[in-house]
T-cell receptor
Framework: NAGVTQTPKFRILKIGQSMTLQCTQD?????MYWYRQDPGMGLKLIYY???????DKGEVPNGYNVSRSTTEDFPLRLELAAPSQTSVYFC????????????FGPGTRLLVL | GQNIDQPTEMTATEGAIVQINCTYQ??????LFWYQQHAGEAPTFLSY????GLEEKGRFSSFLSRSKGYSYLLLKELQMKDSASYLC?????????????FGQGTELSVKP
């Protein structure tokens, strides 16, 4: 198993540009999450999904969109990039079951100039 | 609302023991997680507590007291590679997605 994979690893965007951050997991996990982490801060939840076709907002959803057409993929879309979206983005998936530990992808570092 | 507090940073000596505390105020409780995050890397899972008491995993142990809203992570026989950020997270019991609420993390520096 590759676990949770993310692409790209690093990206520079100009203000107003759009991009999609890709996230894929091969563990057949139902739950998937997108977080952002700003320097010296904890993780803030952007969006999450409890299964294909079902998504919901987290704590900081403004400026982002998601979709979940398959169990494996959970892309995050930035429509009009702003400097405030400069951050490191982590995708995670959760083990099915009561304990439900979340496992994280390697992250995408995004710089908006 | 949910609030999780951890010390911002700690320093310890190689070979010693260090305890990282986490307190939480939440409207419910459905499990507490500890993650380790090295600089520039993803968080990796360390431990999970849902019942009161101590969970031991090699050099790492985690303790939970639900009545006090308190947990700690204990690291024994510290090694230089233990220098990292340690994140405490509580699972939101009112959320069907099982989302985690994270503290800001404790930056641990291990000195020779």
């Amino acid at each position: 198993n590759a676990g949770v994979t993310q692409t790209p690893k690093f990206r520079i965007l100009k203000i107003g540009q759009s991009m999609t951050l890709q996230c894929t997991q091969d563990m057949n996990h139902n739950y998937m999450y997108w977080y952002r982490q700003d320097p010296g801060m904890g993780l803030k939840l952007i969006y999450y999904s409890v299964g294909a076709g079902i998504t919901d907002k987290g704590e900081v959803p403004n400026g982002y969109n998601v979709s979940r057409s398959t169990t494996e993929d959970f892309p995050l879309r930035l429509e009009l990039a702003a400097p405030s979206q400069t951050s490191v983005y982590f995708c995670a998936s959760r083990v099915n079951g009561v304990e439900g530990t979340q496992y994280f992808g390697p992250g995408t570092r995004l710089l908006v100039l | 609302g949910q609030n999780i507090d951890q010390p911002t940073e700690m320093t310890a000596t190689e070979g010693a023991i260090v305890q990282i505390n986490c307190t939480y105020q939440t409207s419910g409780f459905n499990g507490l997680f500890w993650y380790q995050q090295h600089a520039g890397e993803a968080p990796t899972f360390l431990s999970y507590n849902v019942l009161d008491g101590l969970e031991e995993k090699g050099r790492f142990s985690s303790f939970l007291s639900r009545s006090k809203g308190y947990s700690y992570l204990l690291l024994k026989e510290l090694q230089m590679k233990d220098s990292a950020s340690y994140l405490c997270a509580v699972r939101d019991p009112h959320n069907q997605g099982g989302k985690l609420i994270f503290g800001q993390g404790t930056e641990l520096s291990v000195k020779p």
